[in-house]
């Protein structure tokens, strides 16, 4: 933490390059601090320049600017890789989410100048992590750069997620830097100033040295044990751009099933395929009876205790008639459908089971509805033309005597923390993540994604099954640890025993508590913000 008597020095500059300069350097502090780049212990400090930084503007318009810019450096240098599959809708989401991120920073400097200071830190705490909580639940929902994601390469630091979820690393990321901050903007009272600092230094270190203290070591489950069930995971890798839609489905449906029995045996219960494995565009209602769907449902008559979960392309048929929405379309003759991106649960006992992906990417596979209008130019960006539709809740797949209640996340899914609690309150007891990552290339796209899926793993109590389409599929266990992970670009099947898990963690049977107390937190320190301004005004009369 040697950047601390830096920050006291920048502290006494009053120049207005200094606060430009400060501003900026939290957009790089936050890029390097994200997974995969190895400078996670730089979060703990990578706001305090921002905070710093605002005191020294007299203009908002110039200090907006200013945290726009050093936000943009934070989104670009971390989500630049989207560029590979929609270069224009990159660009406008990296733009649009900098941009949105300003307005808790912004709120934060408006109470700042009328209640106190302690208040006003609160207030910064609480309306950044409202912002994520809101983020993670409107339309235009981009959770990537929630701030708890960042310690997804260090789960021996964050075992206390189970009991939190990502948003208690959000809160102890901000509390961190706010307890720093408040030392150096008091340094004058060397005492008070100390005694922030060091516990600032505190709060971050002493979780830190408890979690790697207690961390377990990776389980001894295996593949190989006699008697206990176990998990296939496919990884195809399939190019998604060309050779997905210039390869028969047949070739490609034959691949999936020869990789899958080169792993399985008579201990097999569980199979995973990646989304969209099934090539085949498909009317829910016929199914049963589409060539490539009969292929697979055979091969699962071969394996009768072995319940598939796979991603397809899906459609409903609605007729004549339209119940309206952005997801509804038309055909040349006339008859409304809906499209979806889709997981089917299929076994030989059951019937099949389908769930909608929910948590849908903005502008890539949904359209705010109050964005309707410009639906067109999303269509030009790489988007679609209109919205994917959904389910409305989340479902968990089950067959008849199988151990394993999978929940079907899909992709995107993966990042929601809290929309995840929903499949273990169903009874999920094991996650299996299904995902297509070769969208984005061998970037750090795919890398966060996947070590997002430990925080998942952290969070639930459960284990997770990972199948994605070019990698990395693997194993995750409950604290974290990663098993069998595979390559990027590389066909594989692998295998593992994974114990089935009936007892949930807190956090997984309670939602995310700390975002809607915060929620709370942050409507009460606003509205004390408004009455102090109107106390203040009614006494200057």
């Known amino acids: 933490m040697n950047e601390v008597p830096f920050f006291c020095i920048m502290q006494k500059a009053k120049t207005p390059a200094t606060a430009y300069a400060l501003v900026l350097l939290s957009g790089f502090l936050l890029w390097l601090s994200w997974p995969h780049n190895g400078f996670t212990i730089f979060i703990f400090v990578a706001w305090i320049p921002i905070l710093m930084g605002e005191e020294k503007f ?35 989401a990296i733009m649009a989410n900098s ?8 709120m934060y400097r408006f109470c700042k100048k009328i209640i106190s200071f302690p208040f006003a830190l609160a207030s910064f705490i609480s309306y950044w992590v409202l912002y994520e909580f809101i983020h993670h639940n409107w339309e235009l929902s981009w959770p990537w750069l929630t701030l708890g994601n960042v310690f997804a390469t260090t789960p021996s630091w964050i075992q206390w997620y189970q009991f939190t979820g990502s948003s208690g690393g959000s809160v102890w990321v901000l509390l ?12 004058q009272n060397k005492s008070r100033a100390r005694m922030l600092i060091v516990s600032g230094f505190l709060m971050a270190v002493i979780p830190i040295a408890l979690g790697i203290m207690i961390y377990p070591k990776p389980s001894s489950v295996n593949a190989n044990s006699v008697g206990n069930t176990n998990v296939v995971v496919v990884q195809p890798n399939v190019e998604p751009y060309f050779e997905k839609f210039n390869t028969s489905p047949d070739v490609l449906t034959e691949n999936l099933i020869a990789l899958s029995k080169g792993k399985m045996d008579a201990n097999t219960r569980l199979l995973v395929w990646p989304e969209t494995a099934i090539p085949a565009q498909a009317w829910e209602h016929e199914i049963d009876s589409i060539p490539i769907f009969k292929k697979v449902f055979a091969f699962l008559d071969e ?8 991603g397809i392309d899906s459609y409903k048929l609605w007729g004549n008639y ?9 055909m040349r003759n006339g008859l409304y459908y809906e499209a979806f991106n889709t997981a089917m649960g299929k076994s030989a006992s ?24 410009m639906a067109s130019v999303f269509d030009d960006f790489g988007g679609i033309n209109g919205s994917l539709g959904r389910s409305d809740h989340a479902m968990v797949f089950s067959a008849k005597g199988n151990p394993y209640r999978p929940a079907p996340v899909i992709c995107y899914e993966s990042i929601y923390s809290d929309y995840l609690t929903r499949y273990t309150n169903q009874g999920a007891n094991i ?54 992970p595979q390559p990027w670009d590389t066909q594989a ?24 107390l915060s929620a709370v937190v942050a409507l009460l320190l606003f509205i004390y913000t408004i009455y102090r301004k109107w106390l203040h005004k009614k006494q200057s009369f």
């Open 99 to 106: 941009l949105i991120m300003c307005l808790p920073v912004l």
């Open 493 to 516: 099947a692998i295998k593992m025993e994974v114990p089935v898990n009936s007892s949930p963690s807190f956090y997984a049977r309670n939602f995310d508590w700390i975002s809607r």
């Open 322 to 330: 339209n119940p309206g929405g952005m997801s509804i379309r038309k």
């Open 58 to 92: 007299q203009s908002t318009r110039l200090f907006f600017l200013t945290l726009w810019a050093s936000f943009l450096i934070w989104n670009t240098g971390t989500t630049w890789w989207i560029w590979n599959s929609t270069g224009p809708g990159a660009a406008g």
């Open 431 to 484: 996650i299996t993540i299904i995902t297509n990552d070769g969208w984005w290339g061998n970037t750090e796209g795919h890398h966060q994604h996947m070590h997002y899926a430990r925080l998942r793993a952290i969070e639930s109590g459960l284990w997770v099954a990972r199948s994605a389409n070019t990698g990395i599929s693997c194993f995750i266990d409950p604290q974290g640890h990663i098993y069998q």
């Open 350 to 373: 059951n019937g099949t089971q389908l769930y909608h992906k929910s948590k849908l990417v903005p502008g890539v596979e949904s359209l705010p509805s109050w964005l309707g209008f």
């Open 176 to 187: 961190v830097n706010s307890l720093i901050f408040a030392g150096i903007k008091l340094i």
């Open 303 to 310: 394996y009768p205790n072995v319940l598939l979960v796979t």
